[in-house]
């Protein structure tokens, strides 16, 4: 079941400014990771953050995982015309490789240049 | 890194044709590999896990007579969308999981898109 949800659906900002992006999920997680996908074609993993972990960095990527609150965010710093894309976060439930990822309904950003 | 492929990448056909859709690992074995799909502007919803050498395991809502699929290898899975429909048109993602290590990333296609007129 569709579980994550982002937050903004759409995020539109200047190149060079930094865009962030929030998930939330309702079960119990193993691991929440953060993909990408250009315009109709397939997903890109960014970054992966388990459970215990709090915080990510990744390049220009910064993830956060808060379990408590059962929420992540995804930080792009110094965004670029190429960031613009769709961002999906995805869980991965308690039970080890068997279980397919629940996606999240992403947030469409746009990087102006 | 890891690469899955798809073929084929996009796919025209008249409603109650079948068609069948590649997912392969190239480069690692896969005991497991998932079927998302994708409708426009929409999030990826998994349809069911393809286990090597067992049955699929489909999610709630998922008919198993329509998505018909096989994992005929570890490295090879197939999904075949019988009598297809016009509400059958959507992008397709399979994935999988690298049996090595501790299979906590799981790895994409390129995607088939399907229309079905």
């Known amino acids: 079941s569709q579980q994550g949800e982002e937050d903004p659906q759409a995020l539109s900002i200047q190149e060079g400014e930094n865009a962030t992006m929030n998930c939330s999920y309702k079960t119990s997680i193993n691991n929440l990771q953060w993909y990408r996908q250009n315009s109709g074609r397939g997903l890109v993993h960014l970054i992966l953050i388990r459970s215990n972990e709090r915080e990510k960095h990744s390049g220009r990527l910064r993830v956060t995982l808060d379990t408590s609150k059962k929420s992540s965010s995804l930080l792009i710093t110094a965004s670029r015309a190429a960031d613009t894309a769709s961002y999906f976060c995805a869980t991965d439930a308690p039970g080890g490789g068997a279980d397919g990822l629940t996606f999240g309904k992403g947030t469409h950003l746009i990087i102006q240049p | 890194g890891a690469v899955v492929s798809q073929h084929p990448s996009r796919v025209i056909c008249k409603s109650g044709t079948s068609v069948k859709i590649e997912c392969r690992s190239l480069d690692f074995q896969a005991t497991t590999m998932f079927w998302y799909r994708q409708f426009p502007k929409q999030s990826l919803m998994l349809m069911a896990t393809?286990?090597?050498?067992?049955?699929?395991?489909?999610e709630q809502g998922v008919e198993k007579d329509k998505f018909l699929i096989n994992h005929a290898s570890l490295t090879l899975s197939t999904l075949t969308v019988t009598s297809a429909h016009p509400e059958d048109s959507s992008f397709y993602i399979c994935s999988a999981r690298d049996q090595r290590g501790t299979q906590e990333t799981q790895y994409f296609g390129p995607g088939t898109r399907l229309l079905v007129l």
């Open positions: 393809s286990n090597e050498g067992s049955k699929a395991t489909y």
